[in-house]
Nanobody, 127 residues
Framework: EVQLRQSGGGSVQAGGSLRLSCEAS?????LGWFRQAPGKEREGVAT????????????TYADSVKGRFTVSQDNVKNPVYLQLDNLEPEDTGMYFC???????????????????WGRGTQVTVSS
């Protein structure tokens, strides 16, 4: 399948903000955001279920980013965004979006549940 196209990222100081985007098409699948720091395993950050309805899709967040990151999609024709606020140096890493299906009725934060991936975009937070 075609890779997902990502944009955004960059370098900021601690406390700053960034926004990442991932082009999504169609609906009724899980769109997950993941990150990987050098020497560490890839970890799930946030997910959203892309819905054809007028209400926003359900979302999940890793505990480490709750209250600071927000995943959203205005409607199924628009990209999925990951808003990163109050960034910390520990948030530094390569961020990926990925497309996958429901796992036991919900969108998992486990990378193994996702099949199609973006190329990744770097986020660097300095102290």
């Amino acid at each position: 399948e075609v890779q997902l196209r990502q944009s955004g990222g960059g370098s900021v100081q601690a406390g700053g903000s960034l926004r990442l985007s991932c082009e999504a098409s169609q609906y009724n699948y899980c769109l997950g955001w993941f990150r990987q720091a050098p020497g560490k395993e890839r970890e799930g950050v946030a997910t959203i279920y892309t819905s054809s309805g007028t209400s926003a899709g359900s979302t999940t967040y890793a505990d480490s980013v709750k209250g600071r990151f927000t995943v959203s999609q205005d409607n199924v024709k628009n990209p999925v965004y990951l808003q990163l606020d109050n960034l910390e140096p520990e948030d530094t890493g390569m961020y990926f979006c990925a497309k996958g299906g429901l796992s036991n009725g919900y969108c998992s934060l486990r990378p193994t549940q996702y099949r199609v991936w973006g190329r990744g975009t770097q986020v660097t937070v300095s102290s």
